[in-house]
């Protein structure tokens, strides 16, 4: 195919955008986190710092940037360093498999995609990464050479390989309906419309289907316990275990896994919404391949990630953190099953010719 | 070009990182260098034009496999043990053997094995692989899973320790008499 | 293109670093992962002919011995464990019940 400076130019600007909006969304989640739960909780929250707070994250940030930075005298320096990297790696780069907005041709004719890579296997290589980030919790835990940190890392990890399995069972059967692996055609399989009892049209979304119901629910969850968040946030576990993983941590260090949480909550916010919520496609509108097009389907895809998020921290601050035993037995002996049982049935539902 | 950059690149990490597997004291720095040396051969998979199998060995072997060792050797507590260092004429003969093997396979490689690849695509995709494997290997699929289940059965039995042994009193109900000496 | 050579030269030489492991370590999953790492340098190759003669088979195959890398994998760390547990070590030369 054929290579020039523009196509380079253009993937750069792609990049530029999606890191920009990943790295952006940590500062704009911690107000909306301490507001929101503030707000939950009946009480005000951070309102010093600027109008209603705003610049809260900036003041956070400065304390990071100046806090000495320790490390505990028996702790392995190498790889107390470098865990945070492996937890913010998978943040960064999953993100680059998830398309953002409609395909619009540019004024020479040319396809602009809005995804930073538009490989054959997309959410193959999402689920390959999020694996990698077990192995941030895993070392923070040990190289922190405190027995309250390797308990943290050590039933997190645990947590997270368990649900890996629900969440990649039940992401299949999206998959499944659009028929590819790439998360473009999952996206261009939602956008239309059903037509029910030849009036009524409902946006071919997947959770409008109700085959894809089941996958929606158990996807949800198990995107909670990849995360990391309440009700399964043993990493940090806040009234047990000090602070967990990340007890020992501190400054800079602290802030990279702080981000890296968050960011990988925007990434799975991102992932839910282009399996079930129908990506960038605006309902019962038929976006033209334009330049116009492609901004409202951004707008769009940014709203449904937006409302996900903030159903992230109601989630949070509403539900009561589960026991890790019973969390484990959920894990294995409900949401496993409900999983396999979910791909039987859109298996059928597909055989059928009812999706 | 690019292509050649990315595989000096990875082949280096990867010989590098296994290096540090087989050399280093500390059984977690080794099992760490191991995910990243399968990591460079998930590049490598990738350069092969087996995207599908680069993502599946990630999957596998990088983020479950080797958190599996990661666990094993955090919960034995195996890094305070100082390993003994092998017997200087163990050591010495397994370099020597594995060095006089790899000149020996990289020297034939390297004089026997040039080939030119065909015109072409290589589609081996999702897709194509599936109807494979569901056409012509249905038989070692499906023993595979029966396998994964044996091993699955294995090794809860084999770790397990402390499991409750059958009693044949206590089988008789909550009325059973204690035995003494039981 | 990277000629298929310089794959098979990287497999052979992971390959040759996972032997020299198996012979001189004395930690049982020091050696456990030189026997990955060897298995591994032979998925390389499979692949590597796999994309040289453009068949699927190597794939396949390659696809069946990561499934039975992964229970292997499982049961080795489970019988790693039970030796634990009763010889209080994991060092090879120590399991020698069987021995002459």
């Not at chain 1, 028996?74 to 945070?84: C, D, G, M, V």
């Not at chain 1, 020992?248 to 949480?261: D, G, I, R, T, V």
């Not at chain 2, 004429?89 to 065909?118: E, R």
């Not at chain 3, 699927?56 to 019988?79: D, N, T």
Request: hydrophobic residues 60%.
């Amino acid at each position: 195919m054929a290579f020039d400076g523009l196509d380079i130019a253009l993937s750069l600007l792609k990049i530029v955008i999606v890191l920009a909006a990943l790295l952006n969304v940590t500062p704009i989640m911690v107000w909306v986190e301490r507001r929101g739960s503030a707000l939950i909780q009946d009480r005000v929250g951070p309102n010093r710092v600027g109008p209603f707070g705003l610049f809260q994250a900036i003041a956070d940030a400065a304390k990071f940037l100046l806090k000495e930075d320790v490390i505990p005298r028996e702790a392995n320096k190498w790889l107390y360093t470098i865990a945070p990297m492996f937890g913010l790696i998978p943040a960064l780069t999953t993100i680059a498999v998830i398309p953002w907005g409609r395909p619009f041709r540019l004024s020479d004719g040319r396809l602009f995609e809005p995804i930073v890579a538009d490989v054959n296997v997309g959410i193959l290589l999402i689920f390959a990464l999020a694996s990698l980030s077990v192995y941030g919790i895993v070392t923070a835990g040990w190289a922190s050479n405190n027995k309250y940190s390797l308990f943290g890392g050590i039933r997190s990890s645990a947590q997270m390989i368990s649900y890996e399995l629900a969440l990649t069972l039940s992401a299949i059967s999206a998959l499944m309906v659009a028929g590819s692996l790439r998360l473009t055609d999952v996206v261009w399989k939602q956008t239309g419309s059903f037509v029910l009892f030849d009036t009524i049209r409902i946006p071919a979304w997947n959770i409008f289907s109700p085959a894809m119901w089941l996958s929606c629910i158990v996807f949800s969850v198990a995107a909670f316990a990849e995360t990391n968040r309440l009700p399964f946030d043993f990493a940090e576990a806040d009234a047990e275990l000090v602070a967990g993983y990340h007890t020992e941590y501190s400054a800079m260090k602290f802030a990279l896994f702080f981000m890296s949480e968050y960011m990988a909550m925007a990434t799975m916010s991102a992932l839910v919404t282009t399996l079930f919520l129908g990506g960038w496609d605006i309902p019962w509108y038929n976006e033209p391949a334009t330049f116009l097009g492609f901004i409202l389907s951004v707008i769009a895809f940014v709203v449904k990630v937006t409302f996900l998020l903030l159903t992230f921290v109601w989630v949070r601050w509403t539900i009561p953190r589960l026991k890790y035993d019973i969390l484990m037995r959920v894990g294995w002996k409900v949401f496993l099953p409900l999983a396999v049982v979910n791909l039987l049935l859109v298996s059928w539902f597909i055989a059928e010719r009812w999706i | 070009m690019i292509n050649f950059v990315i595989f000096f690149f990875f082949a280096a990490l990867a010989v590098i990182f296994a290096l540090m597997v087989i050399l280093h004291r500390n059984p977690v720095v080794s099992a760490l260098s191991l995910v990243v040396s399968l990591f460079s051969l998930a590049v490598m998979y990738i350069l092969l034009e087996v995207p599908f199998l680069a993502a599946l060995q990630v999957i596998i072997y990088a983020g479950a496999i080797m958190v599996l060792f990661l666990f094993v050797i955090m919960l034995l507590n195996l890094q305070r043990r100082r390993e003994e260092t092998t017997r200087p004429v163990q050591q010495f003969l397994g370099f020597t053997a594995s060095a006089a093997f790899a000149v020996a396979l990289i020297y034939y490689l390297a004089k026997y094995a040039v080939m030119t690849l065909p015109n072409g695509p290589f589609l081996a995709d999702a897709r194509t692989i599936g109807i494979r494997l569901f056409e012509t290997y249905f038989f070692p699929f499906e023993m595979v899973s029966i396998l994964l289940l044996a091993a699955i059965v294995g090794a809860l039995l084999l770790s397990a320790r402390g499991l409750p042994s059958p009693d044949p009193e206590r089988s008789e109900g909550a009325n059973a008499p204690e035995v003494p000496g039981r | 293109m990277i000629p298929t050579q310089w794959f098979l030269i990287l497999g052979a030489v992971l390959f040759c670093i996972g032997v020299c492991g198996v012979l001189t370590r004395r930690n049982g999953i020091t050696i456990f992962m030189s026997i990955e790492l060897m298995v591994n340098a032979v998925n390389l190759t499979f692949l590597a002919y796999a994309r040289q003669f453009h068949q699927l088979h190597g794939v396949i195959f390659v696809f069946f011995i990561m499934a039975i890398a992964a229970a292997e994998a499982a049961v080795g760390l489970a019988i790693f464990i039970s030796l634990f547990h009763h010889r209080e070590t994991i060092d090879v030369d120590e399991a020698n019940l069987m021995r002459w």
